[in-house]
T-cell receptor, first 114, second 111 residues
Framework: DTAVSQTPKYLVTQMGNDKSIKCEQN?????MYWYKQDSKKFLKIMFS???????INETVPNRFSPKSPDKAHLNLHINSLELGDSAVYFC?????????????FGQGTRLTVV | GESVGLHLPTLSVQEGDNSIINCAYS??????FIWYKQESGKGPQFIID?????DKRQGQRVTVLLNKTVKHLSLQIAATQPGDSAVYFC??????????FGAGTILRVKS
């Protein structure tokens, strides 16, 4: 069984559209994240939720809105997509908010804005 | 701001040789470090971690060394295999499980 699963795996869309990426984890973890990986493979955290509560919100345009209906799900909605939003987006989860627990990552969603 | 960086963007090694991937970090307050492996088309996969109260930790074929004096982290892979070819990231775990990743090192294993 996939521990952290996100859909879709690939997403091609036009500028200005609104799209969502879904993420689910079956690990029973309390904390979930969204990371963005650019074309140079640099990984940067965008958001973190703990038990449906927003914990980390890095400097991300407000066109990006995470939504956590329950602690097993963290979806990412993006409004008015721009070319620069093209990247691979990774969902991840970890057991708690402590500083010594690793994050488990999903397979990624490759978003291409044309 | 604080960041984690890698010295070598690409490392090519012969199959069977040992690999060493290095990482320099700048946040002296970080007390937990992780190495991840990312294969093409996949998400980062946990390899090994180390807490700041340790200077060495061994896993299966992998060893992580931490030198807090010079803020340096390394990943050693013994008897490198073709399946080890991937991008390797070091990451430091800040507050609230915020992972700050380094730039990544590409490891290429030649058969």
């Amino acid at each position: 069984d996939t521990a952290v699963s996100q859909t879709p795996k690939y997403l091609v869309t036009q500028m200005g559209n609104d799209k969502s990426i879904k993420c689910e984890q079956n690990l029973g973890h309390d904390t979930m994240y969204w990371y963005k990986q650019d074309s140079k493979k640099f990984l940067k955290i965008m958001f973190s939720y703990n038990n449906k509560e927003l914990i980390i919100n890095e400097t991300v345009p407000n066109r990006f809105s995470p939504k956590s209906p329950d602690k097993a799900h963290l979806n990412l909605h993006i409004n008015s997509l721009e070319l620069g939003d093209s990247a691979v987006y990774f969902c991840a989860s970890s057991r708690d908010r402590g500083t010594d627990t690793e994050a488990f990552f999903g397979q990624g969603t490759r978003l291409t804005v044309v | 701001g604080e960041s984690v960086g890698l010295h070598l963007p690409t490392l090519s090694v012969q199959e069977g040789d040992n690999s060493i991937i290095n990482c320099a970090y700048s946040n002296s307050a970080s007390d937990y470090f992780i190495w991840y492996k990312q294969e093409s088309g996949k998400g980062p996969q946990f390899i090994i971690d180390i807490r700041s109260n340790m200077d060495k930790r061994q896993g299966q074929r992998v060893t992580v060394l931490l030198n807090k004096t010079v803020k340096h982290l390394s990943l050693q892979i013994a008897a490198t295999q073709p399946g080890d070819s991937a991008v390797y990231f070091c990451a430091e775990n800040e507050y609230g499980n915020k992972l700050v990743f380094g730039a990544g090192t590409i490891l290429r294993v030649k058969s």
